[in-house]
C-alpha cells in the first residue's frame, strides 16, 4: 500500500513561490501517471497538473505558466513548484494517481496573503 506524504506548503505573499513535494513510501510510483490536487474551503477538489511516467506534463488552465511538476524516480517523489502566486492559490494540496488513487495524504497548506 502506497503512502503519500505532501509537504513544502506555507504562507507566502503574493507573487511569491514555493516548491511543494510528494514523497510515497511503500512502493514505487514510477511507473504511474502522477497528478496534484487542491481544495480550498467549500470547494471541490480540483485538478491542478500532471505528468506521465515518461515525464510529459500538463496543466490546468488556471495555472497559465506559473506552476511546473517534475517528478524524481530515484526518489520516489512528485514536485510542484509553483511561482507568482495568487491569493486565489490558497488551499490545501494533493498528490496522487488517477483512478483507481491510492489512499489520500494529509495534503500540504498553501496560503497566499499580504
Known amino acids: 500500500q502506497v503512502q503519500l506524504v505532501e509537504s513544502g506548503g506555507g504562507l507566502v505573499q503574493p507573487g511569491g513561490s514555493l516548491r511543494l513535494s510528494c514523497a510515497a513510501f511503500?512502493?514505487?510510483?514510477?511507473?504511474?501517471?502522477m497528478n496534484w490536487y487542491r481544495q480550498a474551503p467549500g470547494k471541490q477538489r480540483e485538478l491542478v497538473a500532471t505528468?506521465?511516467?515518461?515525464?510529459?506534463?500538463n496543466y490546468a488552465d488556471f495555472v497559465n505558466s506559473r506552476f511546473t511538476i517534475s517528478r524524481d524516480n530515484t526518489k520516489n517523489t512528485v514536485y510542484l513548484q509553483m511561482n507568482s502566486l495568487k491569493p486565489e492559490d490558497a488551499a490545501v494540496y494533493y498528490c496522487?494517481?488517477?483512478?483507481?488513487?491510492?489512499?489520500w495524504g494529509q495534503g500540504t497548506q498553501v496560503t497566499v496573503s499580504s
Open positions: 496522487n494517481k488517477g483512478p483507481p488513487r491510492f489512499p
Open positions: 511503500g512502493s514505487s510510483i514510477s511507473i504511474y501517471v
Open positions: 505528468i506521465t511516467s515518461g515525464g510529459t506534463t
